[in-house]
């Protein structure tokens, strides 16, 4: 682990009513709140950003969003813009997930906007870029990195590149107990590394990279301890407090 503070992410995805949310976080809460050299995050559905925000403060959970447009506000029936998110104190905005991508429609280029949308408001983004299977089988893995990574950073200036978290999640490897080996996470995590370095060189040192797909409670410190691994996007095992609080441990190290 580099010197960065790690970052443990849990992303619910569409998951837990108020009632279930609050539950959630009153177990978390103690269970997290001895640790202190990494910095945890719960990605929320928006229907439980306000509650959560308000049952975190004073706490060391941050409240994260999973989505937001990129425009302040218009026309766009169905979305949120960065203010409202920030209205309510979500302090992050996933961005680009795979599921949005593969799901939604979400593009390379609307991130273009979206990266820089969410840093203007205050908030951390945690980018999402990974390949599919089939990309991984037929080499085409770096490609689609530098393509993701190229395109969603091309509005961010230098100066504030190393605020945004990027989270390397292999397509293949989410929702489906397959984890990278330490040694694809580590090759792949690297080479975004590279990428942003070919920008700005301290930037690349700077900037928090995280592995995420199948990180459950007994993968996790290997993952964690990998050299240029800053921290987690948990899925599945961040949906009850005390694995993902396991996980948290163990970005602690
Ligand atoms: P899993 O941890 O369930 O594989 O999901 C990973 C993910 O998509 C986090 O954003």
């Known amino acids: 682990m580099s010197a960065l503070t790690p970052l443990i992410a849990g992303n619910w995805k569409m998951n837990k ?11 978390l809460l103690p269970a997290v709140s001895s640790v202190d050299a990494v910095d945890v995050a719960i990605c929320v559905p928006f229907t439980a950003l306000e509650a959560m925000v308000d049952s975190a403060r004073g706490s060391r959970v941050e409240v994260y969003a999973q989505n937001m447009h990129q425009e302040p506000e218009g026309a766009f029936t169905g979305e949120v813009s960065a203010t409202m998110l920030n209205d309510v104190g979500a302090q992050g ?11 939604f429609g979400e593009t390379d280029r609307a991130l273009a906007l979206k990266v820089p949308a969410a840093l203007a408001a205050g908030m951390t983004p945690i980018l999402c870029v990974g390949e599919t ?30 605020e945004v978290v990027i989270a390397y999640e292999p397509i293949w490897a989410i929702g489906t107990g397959r984890v990278a080996s330490a040694e694809q996470a580590q090759e792949a995590i690297a080479f975004i590394r590279a990428l942003v370095g070919d920008r700005d060189s301290s930037a690349a040192e700077k900037l928090r990279i995280l592995y995420g797909g199948s990180v459950k409670p007994e ?35």
């Open 17 to 27: 009513t108020r009632a279930q949310a609050e539950e959630y976080i009153q177990a």
């Open 93 to 103: 905005v996933v961005l680009g997930h795979s599921e949005r991508r593969e799901h």
């Open 133 to 162: 299977e089939g990309e991984r089988d037929n080499d085409d893995t770096d490609r689609k990195l530098r393509q993701q990574i190229k395109d969603a950073l091309a509005g961010v200036r230098d100066e504030r590149l190393a």
């Open 219 to 253: 993968n996790a410190a290997e993952l964690m301890a990998l050299k240029d691994v800053n921290g987690a996007l948990v899925g599945g095992a961040s949906l009850e407090a005390d694995s993902f609080a396991q996980i948290v441990l163990a970005g602690a190290g």
